[in-house]
């Protein structure tokens, strides 16, 4: 058996079974679930969802994500692989995001104590090797890569806003992440069994958070994907070489934003109308772009719809940008900066129009 037939095998099969992995193991949790991961009724921030429902959904995430790592050597040879530092960095910084958010389920974590676990999780991706390196000074690196992190945990958090939201868009930047690993020929490489592993749970889970969803990924959930995405965004997007094997520092960082503008956009509007009102960032409400959108007068069936079509779009440029711009210049910033700022206007201006 040729190699290329071997991993296509081994890929195909791993996926296909975490998701049938994941679907029972949220199934038996819906089953089973009563007060265990659901949320409080009488928790001082506003929700969307006026229904109580189990908030569960994370831990298949991150059960699938070691059943992926333990995996690997069952189709391949390891050569240490397990071992890396960098690896187990991603590892214990993803399991104390998984314990944050199972804490922050049950007994609703101070906002204090949050962040400084976040920070913990990127001090541990740093010391272990995982940061972004686009300055020349380190300390300015380490700055920014907690900057990502922190950042990130929270923007996936409050994009768990609406069914099935977050969902979409953590799919979609596996996906992107997987192409780029495509797209370097690195067939064998072991992040490609755990993105499966991940994507594949959040598929898995999909079935039970699409609109009318039976049940929440909760903080559980959040915390551990933006950890996880957060970790692969470093590897992969802003640290990566293009296909040309060039590293343009401008060019990452258009790959970058076009994968994770979803998480961008939603947190930066919250953040500026919130202020703009006087009002603490932090504290939820009804005030998202997903939220804006339903009070124009879609459903929430089609907000994710059209979430995933953005979603496939900037994943289209990312292509484009990774596959065939070798020679990148000031026109392709300024034609990708276009694109960008009118996502931004788009997800942006409706909020605007729809204070509530």
Known sequence: MNDSLYLILVY???????VILSFLINGLFLKFASNLGTRNQDENFIRWSPQVKPSLGGISFFLIFLLSIASYPIFFEQHQVLFDKRLLGILAAGTLAFLLGLSDDAYNTKPILKLIVQIFCGLILIFTG????????TIANYAFTLFWVVGLMNSINMLDNMDAISTVVSISTIMSALLILYLNSDGRNIYIIILIGVMAALIGFLYFNWHPSKMFMGDTGSQFLGLFLAAIGIIYFWNTRDVHGKLVQSKQFFVTILTFAIPIIDTATVVINRLMKGKSP??????????????????????????????VISMFFNFLIIKYIDNWNWL?????????????WFLYAPSRKNEH
């Open 282 to 311: 932090f504290v939820g409400g009804k005030d998202h772009t997903t939220h804006s959108f339903y009070f124009m007068g879609l459903t929430e069936k089609r907000i994710a719809l059209l979430y995933a079509s953005i979603c």
């Open 332 to 344: 392709h910033i300024i034609l990708f900066s276009i694109y960008f700022l009118t996502l931004f």
């Open 130 to 137: 995982t940061f972004i390196s686009i300055f020349s000074d």
């Open 12 to 18: 195909g099969a791993f996926f296909i079974g975490t």
